[in-house]
């Protein structure tokens, strides 16, 4: 963890000299796909790759998703020159690649293809290219499963209705979903605000990820020097651990807000990896802290929380409802659905992902 502004240099040195044209990560391949013009550098991939890599060695708190995303976009559009594609079927291999990185990573091919779909509109979907989405994120998954990758299991049991009376049971879930919503908003513009304030004040990029990664450091380590402090390395990586407790056990209420912050300081100061995983840690562990307020199960909520906080981020409702489908079983459908709408309603005008746009697709 000491060596984390040292990393962090080194990954911000690494894109200023080499990956400059591909910093945007993301965002370029959902421009491509909208405003197609050049080919995805194949650079992309493994510089996604080994930066992710680095920070999560050295305690970064990033995800998986925009490294799995990134690689699928980047090395699906290789295919640009091997196949001469025109234009409009050129963004359909982006848009399948998409969808392949995401199902891969997570296990979950119908949500893939589904965000492969929705990530690029805010409010709609360009099913035109639901064929060559699906069969890519299946086709990943498959391969994943072949190679022998194991994925996460989060044992929340049996999930069925709220508990209580039904209507008081549905508000239950609406009101979550209204809270998961905020905070998703309350993500994506603390990471886009802190990132312009560190841009406005350190114009040498690989000194943004320093400093960052120093003042994570030194947070983390005198926590963890102080008799009776909090163990704030909860909150740095991935988190695995914490969100499949967050399915057993109640948690400390304050366990989201601190994966918010950490992950907030961690890619708003320039380090590399994805949003998604630690806004599944969010979610579930917020969903843990909500469950006594409104008289829920805790495995319920967390659930829950677990898509519906990205959902609101991402501005993808379809796709973490069908992830919690494949995730938690078929019977959690109608109440993730419920929430997750209400996520994306008060969720803001803008997400994590700042080239989505609104007008309707061609």
């Known amino acids: 963890m000491w060596l984390l502004p040292l990393a962090g240099f080194g990954v911000g040195w690494i894109y200023l000299h080499v990956g400059s044209s591909v910093e945007a990560g993301n965002n370029l391949l959902i421009d491509e796909i909208h405003d197609p013009k050049n080919v995805v550098p194949l650079r992309l991939a493994p510089l996604i790759l080994c930066s992710t890599i680095v920070s999560h060695l050295f305690g970064a708190s990033v995800g998986r998703e925009g490294t799995a995303v990134q690689m699928g976009g980047a090395l699906a559009d290789q295919l640009t020159h091997v196949f001469r594609l025109r234009r409009e079927d050129r963004s359909l291999v982006l848009m399948a690649g998409i969808s392949a990185g995401f199902a891969s990573v997570f296990g979950t091919p119908l949500a893939g293809a589904i965000f492969g779909l929705e990530v690029l509109f805010v409010g709609r979907m360009r099913v035109s290219a639901i064929y060559p989405c699906m069969l890519a994120a299946l086709l990943a998954d ?19 209705a709220p508990e209580g009376p039904l209507l008081l049971g549905l508000a239950a879930i609406v009101a979550a979903g209204v809270v998961f919503g905020l905070v998703g908003r309350t993500f994506a513009s603390a990471t886009h605000a802190l990132a312009a304030w560190m841009k406005a004040r350190i114009a040498y990029a690989p000194l943004r990820p320093l400093a960052g990664g120093a003042v994570i450091a030194l947070v983390v380590g005198a926590a963890g020097a102080t008799d009776g402090g909090p163990d704030l390395q909860r909150y740095l990586g991935l988190g695995i651990g914490p969100m499949v407790e967050a399915f057993r056990v109640p948690l400390d209420w304050w366990d989201w807000l601190g994966k918010l912050v950490f992950t907030v300081g961690s890619l708003g100061s320039g380090f590399k990896g994805g ?37 609101g981020a991402a501005k993808t409702p379809l796709a973490c409802t069908v992830m919690a489908m494949e995730l938690f079983g078929p019977a959690i459908g109608p109440y993730a659905a419920l929430a997750c709408a209400a996520a994306y309603l008060f969720s803001g005008q803008s997400g994590i992902y700042r080239a989505q746009r609104r007008e309707p697709a061609a």
């Open 142 to 160: 498959q391969v994943t499963r072949w190679w022998g990758v194991g994925h996460t299991h989060f044992a929340a049991g049996a999930l069925g």
């Open 275 to 311: 949003e998604v995983t630690p806004l599944f840690y969010i979610g579930a562990t917020l969903g843990n802290a909500l469950a006594p307020l409104l008289h829920q199960p805790f495995p319920l909520l967390a659930a829950i929380g677990f898509v519906a906080v990205f959902a």
